[in-house]
């Protein structure tokens, strides 16, 4: 299916070998190498050849797992390139077992808690290389040194191939770095961990009744014990110890803070090194990690991913767009204006307000309102919304769809000076599902999906795809879930009939890129 | 039961009645004279010598309506002062039947959408007095010139009683004239609200593929067609004009957006007025405004709001405190650390560091995590953390355990110059129910109760009590919503024995004020 249309796409591989930045973003560091050449997921084991020939925006060839290959929990995989929007797919993909070993702390490098509007991010992992070893599955268990974690990741690249190219190679080490900080206190079940490393529970004051520091720390605690928001608590009189109490923190926020802080190294290192490679626009990125029985689902973008249980469907992600973090983002625009350059408001209006419409009542919303209501335009409210448009035409500063993700440091507004970044979170937003709470069958699967596959089916549809086809299945054969997220694609994408890509019912088929993962949920208390 | 201890109480009700400050908060206005002086609500008809009585912590006798006596809907209320934790019961209730009348727009405060972090608000409504006329409900229907509504609301005041009383009094009128704004708009269902006012849809170029304003314009709008994301279309060709599409906003959003507005101008009503009397402390709004057959439930602070139908418990408020608004306090301190006076750190600790804890690793949490993760402790650190406490004893700035909410323009940390007002939020969040969607019973109901109810009794609790409280009366009895709420309250409240209230099993009652509304639902079709 790989050859089929070779000659269609002759002409441009040479642009897209060398980096050529195909979103138009202007020529920022094209000059420099990359960092990683383009590529599909490794697991594919595809040749420079099939890569090529998967660039093929008339056939759109859905790629698949080769009958020799196997993911972990025999995973399925697809995925199909764009209808023509980008020269590449600039969607990546990454399945691998990683162990984080045990190792001196120095070694990570620390996530860097935001101290100032201003603070820089310091070092950052060079490249990733050693810091989490990838292994062999069928060795799994051998490594009583680690921690051992499972991992599935969907990036969907904007403005260029490069930042996706570079998170689907070099994320996993980045959490494998993190919680090797807490490998002894994950592996330590018995007891909570510790608030301050190094310490025991006995030499800590605040269990004692000791004077716990300066008079003023006092002061500050006695008004714990007023009424609910009433000050000035008597303040010549120590509370009792017993009010200095500790948050007991589990081990399932030590993971998901583990996770948060890689996100925000990897982003800082796509930001470092984009100083000497050419690394082109920015990226969603969608993980699942399961480690020690739970699967953690990382989320930064508009991406999705559902798990389908006995026929129900769980969603195990929210989408972040401007739509949905409109608040945020008006708020942010509100407290630092000079974010807006002068050009925007922080204000939402239905449409752009026209010159002729100053001194008349227009429909606005501020970012503390969900409703509308009416104002007098005034000359400020020409400039032009932060927010604007909708579903999936609302874009942030009139140039980008989606709020969270990694790279993307250098957008800016057209023909401005105005950044994006600030206004974009690379921070996930993490749910846990404990797999060690049910019995999973063989059709209880976790799937994972770029906006492509969820812009043209619900999460129903997907569903019902998914279970009938996987109830057609042998349930022995490990090929199945590779076929189901075959049949998955091909359903989004649809068939080329006169006027374009056609699906169920007439309805107009994906012209995105579209990449897909189904996770078998039965694996997670047996290694296959 | 109102006169059983009147000399218990003997002594403090001079203080009270000339607007001695209960809370603590300081001293800011007590030489100004009250805005209105204390008071239960209205419709409980007390007299000052059954006020008086009202006001006993050791009997805290529970307050209902008199048989003469009868609201809207046939609503039950019920409340009860706090076992002493302030001298004045601090809670306030309001239920009204409101119409909001045309009126030339220019008699309304205009909604003031902020412009800048300095901006401060224009005029504000002087008293309210006149704008929502309120009605004898006897003759609801006869007004054609107006808007009617119906109106319940609770306020939870702290360090003092001044906000809540203002805000009992003057909430309603707020809203009414926000909705006078849109009178024409809400009652012409037939079509969607007009983006501008005044305007023919006709002359819309948007609609007419005319040239819409400047070249910069049409720039940005061509980003819209690019691929998600991708900026830099190319902009010298304008696009078609179907792409100038207009937001399409409900009339249900014109309502949420006036009561948005509504908390706004009643919170700067505060601010303004204070300058002139003496009004303490601050408190929670939930207010519940029926209009056009729909149920608008706003809730800014910690009380809450059930509807329990046909034994189904639906949430229709969430709560605003430091747990739950960490995110947003910590980014605002993040963003503006000079709110945070050099003495607080907007990070967040499980308890407060210790100097000798400095060059250690301990837990913390930055404004983009929910997990927890480990960092070197440094002399930053050692600031009192922005939220600290977990449950009821969480606090912003050691201060106070509610994030929105009137008032508290003046609260300071203890012994500081530092603000609280700056992390507090005036703005509510609206749930709508649409009533006539559904078939209500005589037992179906919506619950109100400020935190002293919730505290001690869940949902589940809450909605087994009403229900089976009303299964017992008979259903033709329009006081049997009274019973339920002073039933309700008692069950809250409990019993005094020797070691203080007890309530069912043993578990404490709540010693905060506790104030309750249960409305039944079925007359949302038909007026009684």
Same mark, same amino acid.
């Given at each position: 299916?790989?050859?089929?249309?070779?000659?269609?796409?002759?002409?441009?591989?040479?642009g897209?070998?060398?980096?050529g930045n195909s979103g138009g973003v202007g020529n920022t560091g094209s000059?420099?190498?990359?960092?990683?050449?383009?590529?599909?997921?490794?697991?594919?084991?595809?040749?420079?050849?099939?890569?090529?020939?998967?660039?093929?925006?008339?056939?759109?060839?859905?790629?698949?797992?080769?009958?020799?290959?196997?993911?972990?929990?025999?995973?399925?995989?697809?995925?199909?390139?764009?209808?023509g929007k980008s020269a590449l797919?600039e969607?990546?993909?990454?399945?691998?077992?990683?162990?984080?070993?045990?190792?001196?702390?120095?070694?990570?490098?620390?996530?860097?808690?935001?101290?100032?509007?201003?603070?820089?991010?310091?070092?950052?992992?060079?490249?990733?290389?050693?810091?989490?070893?990838?292994?062999?599955?069928?060795?799994?268990?051998?490594?009583?040194?680690?921690?051992?974690?499972?991992?599935?990741?969907?990036?969907?690249g904007h403005a260029g191939s490069g930042?996706?190219?570079?998170?689907?190679?070099?994320?996993?080490?980045?959490?494998?770095?993190?919680?090797?900080?807490?490998?002894?206190?994950?592996? /330590?079940?018995?007891?909570?961990?510790?608030?301050?490393?190094?310490?025991?529970?006995?030499?800590?004051?605040?269990?004692?009744?000791?004077?716990?520091?300066?008079?003023?720390?006092?002061?500050?605690?006695?008004?714990?014990?007023? $009424?609910?928001?009433?000050?000035?608590?008597?303040? /010549?009189?120590?509370?009792?110890?017993?009010?200095?109490?500790?948050?007991?923190?589990?081990?399932?926020?030590?993971?998901?803070?583990?996770?948060? /802080?890689?996100?925000?190294?990897?982003?800082?290192?796509?930001?470092?090194?984009?100083?000497?490679?050419?690394?082109t626009g920015g990226?969603?990125?969608?993980?699942?990690?399961?480690?020690?029985?739970?699967?953690?689902? $990382?989320?930064?973008?508009?991406?999705?991913?559902?798990?389908?249980? /006995?026929?129900?469907?769980?969603?195990?992600?929210?989408?972040?767009?401007?739509?949905?973090?409109?608040?945020?983002?008006?708020?942010?625009?509100?407290?630092?204006?000079?974010?807006?350059?002068?050009?925007?408001?922080?204000?939402?209006?239905?449409?752009?307000?026209?010159?002729?419409?100053?001194?008349?009542?227009?429909?606005?919303?501020?970012?503390?309102?969900?409703?509308?209501?009416?104002?007098?335009?005034?000359?400020?409210?020409?400039?032009?919304?932060?927010?604007?448009?909708?579903?999936?035409?609302?874009?942030?500063?009139?140039t980008i769809?989606?709020?969270?993700?990694?790279?993307d440091?250098d957008l800016k507004v057209h023909d401005?000076?105005?950044?994006i970044?600030?206004?974009?979170?690379?921070?996930?937003?993490?749910?846990?599902?404990?797999?060690?709470?049910?019995?999973?069958?063989?059709?209880?699967?976790?799937?994972?999906?770029?906006?492509?596959?969820?812009?043209?089916?619900?999460?129903?549809?997907?569903?019902?795809?998914?279970?009938?086809?996987?109830?057609?299945?042998?349930?022995?054969?490990?090929?199945?879930?590779?076929?189901?997220?075959?049949?998955?694609?091909?359903?989004?994408?649809?068939?080329?009939?006169?006027?374009?890509?056609?699906?169920?019912?007439?309805?107009?088929?994906?012209?995105?890129?579209?990449?897909?993962?189904?996770?078998?949920?039965?694996?997670?208390?047996?290694?296959?």
């Amino acid at each position: 299916m790989l050859t089929r249309v070779k000659s269609a796409v002759a002409g441009f591989m040479g642009g897209i070998m060398s980096g050529g930045n195909s979103g138009g973003v202007g020529n920022t560091g094209s000059e420099l190498p990359l960092k990683f050449p383009y590529m599909r997921p490794e697991f594919l084991g595809l040749s420079l050849d099939e890569i090529e020939c998967s660039a093929d925006h008339i056939a759109r060839p859905i790629l698949i797992l080769k009958e020799t290959r196997r993911l972990p929990w025999a995973t399925g995989y697809a995925e199909v390139i764009n209808a023509g929007k980008s020269a590449l797919n600039e969607d990546q993909a990454c399945c691998e077992v990683v162990v984080a070993r045990r190792r001196p702390m120095s070694y990570c490098p620390p996530s860097t808690p935001s101290k100032t509007p201003t603070a820089k991010r310091r070092n950052s992992l060079p490249n990733g290389e050693g810091l989490g070893l990838r292994v062999d599955h069928s060795k799994l268990g051998e490594d009583s040194e680690g921690l051992v974690f499972h991992y599935w990741a969907l990036f969907d690249g904007h403005a260029g191939s490069g930042a996706a190219i570079v998170a689907s190679r070099l994320l996993q080490h980045h959490i494998a770095c993190q919680l090797q900080a807490v490998i002894e206190i994950l592996r /330590n079940v018995a007891s909570l961990p510790p608030t301050v490393l190094g310490e025991e529970p006995d030499n800590n004051p605040y269990f004692q009744g000791n004077t716990p520091g300066p008079h003023r720390a006092l002061t500050r605690a006695a008004s714990l014990r007023g $009424a609910s928001g009433a000050p000035g608590s008597p303040s /010549n009189t120590p509370p009792p110890p017993r009010f200095f109490t500790e948050k007991k923190i589990q081990h399932e926020s030590l993971v998901i803070g583990a996770i948060e /802080n890689a996100f925000k190294e990897m982003d800082a290192q796509i930001e470092k090194e984009k100083q000497i490679y050419n690394i082109t626009g920015g990226c969603t990125a969608l993980t699942v990690v399961y480690l020690l029985g739970k699967l953690y689902v $990382a989320n930064a973008g508009d991406s999705r991913a559902i798990i389908i249980r /006995n026929n129900d469907i769980i969603p195990m992600s929210t989408e972040f767009t401007p739509e949905s973090e409109r608040q945020r983002l008006q708020f942010l625009g509100f407290m630092q204006p000079h974010l807006l350059g002068n050009e925007f408001t922080h204000l939402e209006f239905p449409r752009r307000v026209q010159r002729k419409e100053v001194g008349k009542r227009m429909l606005y919303r501020d970012f503390t309102m969900n409703g509308w209501a009416y104002k007098t335009v005034n000359d400020e409210d020409l400039k032009f919304p932060l927010i604007y448009g909708e579903g999936k035409k609302a874009r942030v500063l009139a140039t980008i769809g989606v709020t969270r993700g990694l790279g993307d440091h250098d957008l800016k507004v057209h023909d401005s000076n105005i950044y994006i970044k600030p206004f974009l979170s690379c921070c996930p937003e993490v749910k846990v599902y404990n797999l060690q709470q049910y019995e999973h069958g063989a059709d209880d699967v976790l799937v994972m999906g770029t906006d492509g596959l969820w812009d043209v089916l619900s999460n129903q549809e997907v569903a019902e795809a998914v279970t009938t086809f996987l109830a057609n299945c042998d349930p022995d054969d490990l090929h199945r879930y590779t076929m189901a997220a075959q049949d998955l694609v091909m359903r989004a994408r649809g068939v080329l009939r006169d006027r374009g890509w056609r699906i169920t019912n007439e309805r107009l088929g994906s012209g995105d890129d579209i990449s897909a993962f189904i996770i078998p949920l039965m694996y997670g208390n047996r290694q296959p």
